[in-house]
């Protein structure tokens, strides 16, 4: 029987297992790093989208990879959870004491193969790689009976070499063996090539889930993941937004969605709760300050917006006329107006729900009343208005330092002069007032230096509107570099000075809770 008749018999209830590496690979992009709390909350969140694993980290990484691993292992529930490794024996190790805590663990294993990689990189022979392969499969099978393994860039690997090292692997222990494509370099057709190859050549293959890891560097990483599915790939790894090393990671949200709308074409499905996509994909963005693109595809702003005037009139006359699937099925609200000033805190608690948020009782209480305060100052609250004060409560970095107040007076030609006063976590309040800066924000910036004491080079600052209407909230996210690592801060108010000035604050006090874990753990 060849590959297409294989795929053919088996394609018709195929379940595609969703591997999201966010928490490690997604992480991995410029500015995304994550605190333990933050890992945590985008790891239940995963868990309640319905993804089968959840890559949590690289263990032997950092002190704090390793904490966020084992953390993750121990509290979430439902999923697969697995950690990275090297074919390295204290790599594994390391893995599996950070996963050992797991209601479903697995040890994901990996070792280059293409020759430049052999060559230049670890000056290795193909005989010393499958060695190394097997032994380091070996050593992780000993510990859990779910073992992944992967060839690094095995897209630019010699495919007889490739499937030789499969082999091995598969010999050795491994259930899942996953081809990546590391530097986004495949093509559909080449990726849909190689996973035939492999299910033709290699004769254990049926004991193994073959997997893809596709890169985006060529914007092909959805296309050559859904080739590999139609070849027989039964496992696909991918990212919330698509986050990931240089142009990212396969974008779950495409990949689930296209099979979803197009089962007519890949007869397959995937366990994922397509609703809780948009709430997610807000939740990560939030969390990493990676700003989704408004044209991007399924949770973008515009995914289902329509301004021409032939297509206002297809969408009145029937949705289906240029809509292939329901703004609701991904997690979007078809009323996006919801809230006023009288509305109850069971509407609230209500609506929050519908946006994919589970609030405490206390969450609730803090958001209502910051809801409260929000309506006095605009008359409609937007879905992306509550969103925004709930993400303000269920993603807490501890405020070492929180705004109280500001006062600023500034003139054409004139050097500003601000006053600001803000209140540490045990209840004294900081006053001072400068005046400095080449504009109001730079020196409400300046202002926060002298009066938090730490000093940080600001590498980016971006302010736009959550919403519609001259009375929106404005979110600003700021970038600040200190010691020569980056924190992000993010700030949310109608008042987009205001705005900076929460974000600035909440940049220093990643600071602060970074340097008081660190000196914690000396």
Same mark, same amino acid.
């Given at each position: 029987m060849n590959s297409a008749q294989r795929s053919t018999s088996s394609e018709a209830k195929r379940r595609i297992v969703i591997f999201d590496t966010t928490l490690r690979d997604g992480e991995q992009s410029p500015g995304c790093s994550?605190? %333990?709390?933050?890992? %945590?909350?985008? +790891?239940? +969140?995963?868990?309640?989208?319905? $993804?089968?694993?959840?890559?949590?980290?690289?263990?032997? #990484? /950092?002190?704090?990879?390793?904490? @966020?691993? *084992?953390?993750?292992?121990?509290?979430?529930?439902? #999923?697969?959870?697995?950690?990275?490794?090297?074919?390295?024996?204290?790599?594994?190790?390391?893995?599996?004491?950070?996963?050992?805590?797991?209601? /479903?663990?697995?040890?994901?294993?990996?070792?280059?193969? @293409?020759?430049i990689h052999r060559e230049r990189k670890l000056r290795m022979t193909k005989e010393q790689i499958i060695e190394r392969a097997a032994a380091g499969v070996r050593r992780a099978a000993g510990y859990c009976s779910n073992v992944e393994f992967s060839p690094e860039d095995a897209a630019r690997t010699e495919i007889d070499f490739l499937c030789h090292v499969v082999e091995a +692997?598969?010999?050795?222990?491994?259930?899942?063996?996953?081809?990546?494509?590391? $530097?986004g370099y495949a093509t559909p057709e080449q990726m849909h090539r190689v996973i035939a190859t492999l299910r033709e050549q290699v004769p254990n293959i049926g004991k193994a889930v073959i997997s893809v890891h596709c890169h985006d560097d060529l914007g092909m990483a959805v296309a050559n993941s859904l080739a590999a599915v139609q070849a027989g790939a039964g496992q696909i790894e991918c990212t919330i937004?698509?986050?990931?090393?240089? #142009?990212?990671?396969?974008? %779950?949200?495409?990949?689930?969605?296209?099979?979803?709308?197009?089962?007519?074409?890949?007869?397959?499905?995937?366990?994922?709760?397509?609703?809780?996509?948009?709430?997610t994909s807000r939740l990560v963005s939030g969390i990493t300050g990676m700003v989704v693109q408004r044209n991007k595809a399924i949770v973008g702003q515009n995914a289902f917006a329509h301004e021409a005037g032939i297509h206002q009139d297809g969408i009145l006359k029937e949705r289906a006329t240029y809509e292939i699937m329901q703004p609701e099925d991904v997690g979007f609200s078809r009323s996006d107006l919801v809230l006023g000033k009288h509305s109850g805190r069971a509407a609230l608690a209500a609506r929050a729900r519908?946006?994919?948020?589970? %609030?405490?009782? =206390?969450?609730? @209480?803090?958001?209502?009343?910051?809801?409260?305060?929000? #309506?006095? !100052?605009? *008359?409609?609250?937007?879905?992306?208005?509550l969103a925004a004060l709930i993400e303000q409560q269920i993603r807490v970095v501890e405020d070492t330092f929180a705004l109280e107040s500001y006062e600023i007076r500034v003139g054409t030609g004139k050097r500003p002069t601000v006053t600001l006063a803000v209140r540490r976590s045990n209840g004294e309040v900081r006053r001072t007032e400068l005046q400095a800066g080449d504009g109001p924000v730079d020196a409400v910036f300046l202002a926060i230096e002298k009066i938090t004491?730490? /000093?940080? $080079?600001?590498?980016?600052?971006?302010?736009? @509107?959550?919403?519609?209407? !001259?009375? +929106?909230?404005?979110?600003?996210?700021?970038?600040? =570099?200190? =010691?020569?690592?980056?924190?992000?801060?993010?700030g949310v108010s109608t008042d987009s000075l205001e705005a900076s000035a929460k974000a600035f604050l909440n940049a220093i006090n990643r600071i602060l809770a970074l340097n008081h874990t660190t000196a914690? /753990?000396?």
């Open positions: 994550m605190n %333990l709390q933050e890992k %945590l909350e985008v +790891a239940h +969140a995963l868990a309640q989208l319905g $993804v089968d694993v959840i890559e949590a980290g690289f263990p032997i #990484a /950092s002190p704090g990879d390793f904490e @966020s691993v *084992k953390t993750v292992a121990r509290e979430i529930r439902g #999923a697969v959870i697995c950690g990275l490794a090297r074919c390295r024996e204290e790599d594994i190790d390391c893995a599996w004491e950070a996963l050992r805590d797991a209601e /479903s663990p697995r040890i994901h294993v990996f070792l280059a193969t @293409s020759a +692997a598969i010999d050795a222990g491994a259930t899942t063996v996953n081809i990546p494509d590391t $530097v937004n698509g986050i990931g090393e240089r #142009a990212g990671n396969c974008a %779950l949200e495409e990949v689930v969605m296209a099979l979803r709308v197009r089962h007519d074409v890949f007869h397959a499905e995937t366990g994922v709760v397509t609703r809780r996509l948009v709430p519908n946006l994919g948020y589970d %609030l405490t009782p =206390e969450q609730l @209480s803090q958001v209502f009343h910051d809801f409260k305060v929000l #309506a006095d !100052k605009k *008359k409609e609250i937007y879905d992306a208005d004491g730490l /000093s940080a $080079v600001c590498r980016d600052f971006r302010v736009h @509107s959550l919403t519609v209407g !001259k009375d +929106a909230q404005g979110e600003v996210q700021v970038q600040l =570099e200190y =010691e020569g690592k980056l924190f992000r801060g993010r914690q /753990s000396q």
